[in-house]
């Protein structure tokens, strides 16, 4: 479990185990407030680029969430071996965040 900070919440994301290149990927994970009470949450992105070949994924990923925290990453495709940073934007209460994570692709 991968765990990204943000100003109000956590997000904890399960990478799949055996991650390859050319394969569909969707990553669950959970949405969690770390305050009492917490802004409404507008839009999460998900998005991933390969810094050392300057590209991006050729799809473009879908975040799922709901109210009770569930949250989905729908059509990651990472088409190369090699290292990934894969980023997660965030906006609530009119403040837009962004965390990345690094991913390896055997």
């Known amino acids: 479990m991968v765990t990204l900070t943000f100003k109000n ?7 799949p185990e ?9 990553v669950c994970g ?3 407030c770390r305050e009492a009470a917490c802004p409404k949450i507008t839009r999460i992105m998900a ?3 390969m810094p050392q070949h300057s590209h991006g ?4 990923p879908r ?4 109210t009770k925290g ?8 990472f088409q190369m071996s090699g290292g990934w940073q894969l980023s997660i934007d965030l906006e609530a209460g009119g ?3 962004r965390q990345r994570i690094d991913v390896i692709i055997p």
């Open 9 to 15: 919440y956590d997000i904890a994301l399960r990478m």
């Open 70 to 77: 569930n949250l989905e990453i729908v059509g990651l495709y």
């Open 57 to 60: 994924m050729p799809t473009a």
């Open 30 to 32: 959970e949405l969690k």
């Open 47 to 49: 998005d991933a680029r």
């Open 95 to 97: 403040l837009s965040e």
């Open 63 to 66: 975040v799922e969430f709901d």
């Open 18 to 26: 055996g991650l390859r290149a050319k394969t569909l990927l969707h």
